[in-house]
Structures are given as C-alpha cells and as structure tokens.
T-cell receptor, first 110, second 115 residues
Framework: SQQGEEDPQALSIQEGENATMNCSYK?????LQWYRQNSGRGLVHLIL?????REKHSGRLRVTLDTSKKSSSLLITASRAADTASYFC??????????FGTGTSLTVIP | DAGITQSPRHKVTETGTPVTLRCHQT?????MYWYRQDPGHGLRLIHY???????DKGEVSDGYSVSRSKTEDFLLTLESATSSQTSVYFC??????????????FGEGSRLTVL
C-alpha cells in the first residue's frame, strides 16, 4: 500500500490543550496536505506543505515536514470542542495521485 | 464541498447487480478522483482522471471502472457488486497549481451497502 500512517489512531484532550498528530509516509513526495473530516461528512483541506518547506503555519495550525524521516506532524493549538474530527494526511508521490493515511480521530472534551 | 455533488448519497443493492455512482463538479477542475473509505483503512484511491477520457487506476481498482465523458462528470461503476464493496465512496476534484498539485475538494460521500 502507498498509504501513510497517522499516529495516534485516536486522541482525547481537554479544551484549551494542544493536539499533536503525526503522519509517516513511504515514498518521496512533491507535497503533503492535511485534511479534516467531521463525522459523516466529506474531507476539507486544512493546509499544504511543499517538500522543500520544513514548517508552515495557518491560524492555530502548525505543520512540520521532515522529508529525511518521511514524516509530518500537525499541531492544533488551544483546541476547541469544534476541532473534534478525524484528521488525515495526504501525499502526492507521483503524478496527480493522492494517497491518504488512515487518520487520527481527535476528541476535544469541553 | 466547493461544488462537488455525489449521487446517490445512499444506496442498498444486492450482490451481482451493477451500480453506478455519479460525481458532478461545477468548478472546471481538471483532476477527479474516486476513493473508498473503510474503518481501519482510511481513504483508498480507486481510480482517477486527469482529463476528459483520460483515466488511470489507483491502488484498489479491481471490480471498478470509471468514465469521464465531460469535464464536470466522473462516473464510478461496479459491474457486479460484491459485499466487499460495501463502503462509503468519496469523489474529489482538484486543479494543478504552479509548483505542484493543489488541494482536493470533496463531495459528501455515497454510502453503498451490498447485501
């Protein structure tokens, strides 16, 4: 499989805490993206980081990329109950094929 | 959703019957994708299209075919549905940006149950 793997599979935190989830992938990439999925809904794009970037910020999101380790992390700061969702990383290793990881289920307790 | 519509949203069918899922987009994206989502497997790419009449296989293409006769429509067909194809199917579309691929826009999913 060309899928990545997110870690942990599930994460439960208190509102206001930071949430960190990790993604590992298998092949060289052009870029890596993070998506969010609310229960029963489609995925929504959060942030894209290119292979020549090491860190990127967007609002309360911080993404890092380590291509030597084939890994990325997504940090959500000051979490809110509305952040409860599943989070997926996606890579485009070849052409325009996007491969998704297995996801991290985040629960933020009010 | 950015103009991605999937139909039907829910379908129950019997083993051996043909099923077609439709994805319609209004944003003129060049690339379109079909994924299936199953517990423990995340999203897996079935087929994708990089233009009208241009399609290619993904990692779980066996038992599925696709067609794209117009930019806006991407059809996924199960010629003879099996219980292992019970899943939630997502369509996505996107455009290539300078320097690489851009974000994908997803539909709301089609839940298929094969009895």
């Amino acid at each position: 499989s060309q899928q990545g793997e997110e870690d942990p599979q599930a994460l439960s935190i208190q509102e206001g805490e930071n949430a960190t989830m990790n993604c590992s992938y298998k092949t060289s990439i052009n870029n890596l993206q993070w998506y969010r999925q609310n229960s029963g809904r489609g995925l929504v794009h959060l942030i894209l980081i290119r292979s020549n970037e090491r860190e990127k910020h967007s609002g309360r999101l911080r993404v890092t990329l380590d291509t030597s380790k084939k890994s990325s992390s997504l940090l959500i700061t000051a979490s809110r109950a509305a952040d409860t969702a599943s989070y997926f990383c996606a890579t485009d290793a070849s052409g325009n094929q996007f491969y998704f990881g297995t996801g991290t289920s985040l629960t933020v307790i009010p | 959703d950015a103009g991605i519509t999937q139909s039907p949203r829910h379908k129950v069918t019997e083993t051996g019957t043909p099923v077609t899922l439709r994805c319609h987009q209004t944003e003129n994206h060049r690339y379109m994708y079909w994924y299936r989502q199953d517990p423990g497997h995340g999203l897996r790419l079935i087929h994708y299209s990089y233009g009208v009449k241009d399609t290619d296989k993904g990692e779980v293409s066996d038992g599925y075919s696709v067609s794209r006769s117009k930019t806006e429509d991407f059809l996924l067909t199960l010629e003879s549905a099996t219980s292992s194809q019970t899943s939630v199917y997502f369509c996505a579309a996107g455009s290539r940006l300078a320097g690489g691929s851009g974000e994908l826009f997803f539909g709301e999913g089609s839940r298929l149950t094969v009895l």
